[in-house]
C-alpha cells in the first residue's frame, strides 16, 4: 500500500514539474482603436468669417494595410461672422438668380454640435491626408438684426429694404447634396505627425453658416438664409492611445 502512495505521489511530482517547464501562452496583441483630440482654427482672408473647433475623431475601417482608413467624430464649431450679405438658402429659389433675395448682417454668432464622417488615407508612417463632412446635428446662438435686400422679382412686386429684421441661427443642421441645411463645416487637411502622440493639421475648410427668420420675406416667403465660403485651417491633434 505505502508503495502505491509512493507511486502516485512521484508521478504528481512528474506532472508538476512539466507543467511549470511549459512555455508561457502569448497574450494576443491588443490594439486599441485610434481616437483623437482635434482642435483647429479657420479664417477666410477676404471677409469677416472665423471658426474655432473642437472634437473627438475615431477610425471604425481600416484597409489596404491600414492605409485607408474610414471613421467618424462629434465635434463642436463656433463661428463669428461680421458684414456679410446672406443669401436665400431654399433650394428652389437659389438656381434662379432673380429669386434671391440677401439678408445683411452686422454681426452674428452660432455654435454647431454636428456628427461627421472622416476619410483619411496615410501617406507615410506618420504623414496622413484626409477630408470630413459634417453630416447632422444641431445649432444655436443669438439673437441679431438683419437688413433685406430684395432681390429683382421682390423688387418688381413691390418689395423694399426692411431694417432690423430679426435673425438667428437655423436649429437642425442636415448635409444634403441638393439641399443642405444650417450650419455645416468641412475640412481638407494634411495631418503630419512629430510624434504618436501629437500631429499638426493644415487645409482648407468649406463653412456653410445658415439663419432663419421668424417672419417670411420677399415675394417668395423666404425664411432661411446662407452664406458659404472657404477658408483656410490650421489645428493641432492629440492622441493619447497607443496599442499594448
Known amino acids: 500500500m505505502f508503495r502505491g502512495l509512493k507511486t502516485i505521489f512521484l508521478l504528481c511530482i512528474s506532472v508538476a514539474g512539466f507543467a511549470q517547464n511549459d512555455p508561457p501562452k502569448k497574450e494576443p496583441l491588443k490594439i486599441i482603436p485610434e481616437y483623437r483630440f482635434n482642435i483647429s482654427y479657420a479664417k477666410n482672408l477676404d471677409v469677416g468669417v472665423q471658426?474655432?473647433?473642437?472634437?473627438?475623431?475615431?477610425?471604425?475601417?481600416?484597409?489596404?494595410?491600414?492605409?485607408?482608413?474610414?471613421?467618424?467624430?462629434?465635434?463642436?464649431?463656433?463661428?463669428?461672422?461680421?458684414?456679410?450679405?446672406?443669401t436665400t438658402a431654399h433650394a428652389n429659389l437659389k438656381s434662379t438668380p432673380s429669386s434671391v433675395d440677401t439678408m445683411h448682417i452686422s454681426n452674428a454668432a452660432s455654435v454647431a454640435f454636428n456628427l461627421y464622417g472622416n476619410v483619411e488615407f496615410a501617406l507615410r508612417k506618420r504623414i496622413a491626408i484626409g477630408v470630413n463632412v459634417d453630416f447632422i446635428g444641431i445649432s444655436t446662438g443669438l439673437k441679431a438684426k438683419g437688413q433685406f435686400k430684395p432681390g429683382k422679382e421682390s423688387t418688381n412686386q413691390g418689395f423694399e429694404i426692411k431694417n432690423n429684421v430679426e435673425i438667428y441661427p437655423t436649429a437642425a443642421n442636415a448635409f444634403t447634396l441638393y439641399n443642405s441645411k444650417g450650419c455645416l463645416y468641412n475640412q481638407a487637411y494634411i495631418r503630419i505627425e512629430p510624434s504618436r502622440k501629437f500631429g499638426i493639421r493644415l487645409g482648407l475648410a468649406y463653412?456653410?453658416?445658415?439663419?432663419?427668420?421668424?417672419?417670411?420675406?420677399?415675394?417668395?416667403?423666404?425664411?432661411?438664409?446662407?452664406?458659404?465660403?472657404?477658408?483656410?485651417?490650421?489645428?493641432?491633434?492629440?492622441?493619447?492611445f497607443n496599442e499594448k
Open 51 to 86: 471658426h474655432l473647433e473642437t472634437g473627438f475623431t475615431t477610425d471604425l475601417l481600416n484597409i489596404f494595410d491600414k492605409k485607408l482608413r474610414f471613421g467618424f467624430g462629434v465635434r463642436m464649431g463656433a463661428q463669428y461672422n461680421q458684414n456679410l450679405d446672406f
Open 207 to 240: 463653412l456653410n453658416q445658415e439663419f432663419s427668420t421668424n417672419e417670411s420675406v420677399g415675394v417668395h416667403n423666404a425664411y432661411r438664409f446662407e452664406y458659404n465660403t472657404w477658408g483656410f485651417m490650421a489645428g493641432i491633434t492629440f492622441n493619447n
